[in-house]
């Protein structure tokens, strides 16, 4: 089985602070996602990578950014944190053949 | 835009008794559709995976039927369990890989076993 890990189960940051997300993989899969999920909006994709060193925007985007030095590690970004960046983050890994996406457990953050 | 809609979003059933899932998408040019289960505070687990080509995929108690034309996906379990209590998500995938094979998710199901 694909196993995703992220590098914290909970965290809690101060507004302003710079907070790195991690994610680890431990299969040879080329592409990664991060993904907030929030009551009532479900699931929405920040950013995307299919490949190191490349990245795409999701559908939200602002106030993040991320890093793909390594196939096997995506890291997520919060650039100056945020009230409203309080939520559940989630990493998911898939394959270019099948392309079923494994998620990793989550990490749930609140910025106070 | 793909939209993806699960309905209802609550359902409470006796032990024993089947779950029917429903899942709906409006745009028939998926890649692939896959079923997710989610415990309360963890991540997503996944359950069964769809092509496009293909038209149900069974893993033990699960059944999961694709009708791409009408836009539909169904999951059964059967025989439930108070450990099948849980939201479950389905996801769709667009036909276009270069998207990075991103998925549009419903907004779950969240489902109640009772003993």
Known sequence: DVKVTQSSR??????????????????????????RQDPGLGLRLIYFSYDVKMKEKGDIPEGYSVSREKKERFSLILESASTNQTSMYLCAATGQLIYEQYFGPGTRLTVT | KQEVT????????????????????TDSAIYNLQWFRQDPGKGLTSLL????????????????????????????????????????????????KAAGNKLTFGGGTRVLVKP
């Open chain 1, 10 to 35: 909970y965290l809690v940051k101060r507004t302003g602070e710079k907070v790195f997300l991690e994610c680890v993989q431990d299969m040879d899969h080329e592409n990664m996602f991060w993904y």
């Open chain 2, 6 to 25: 699960q309905i209802p979003a609550a359902l409470s059933v006796p032990e024993g008794e089947n779950l029917v899932l429903n899942c709906s998408f």
């Open chain 2, 49 to 96: 995976l769809i092509q496009s080509s293909q038209r149900e995929q069974t893993s033990g108690r699960l059944n999961a039927s694709l009708d791409k034309s009408s836009g539909r996906s169904t999951l059964y379990i059967a025989a439930s369990q108070p450990g099948d209590s849980a939201t479950y998500l389905c996801a769709v995938q667009g036909g276009v």
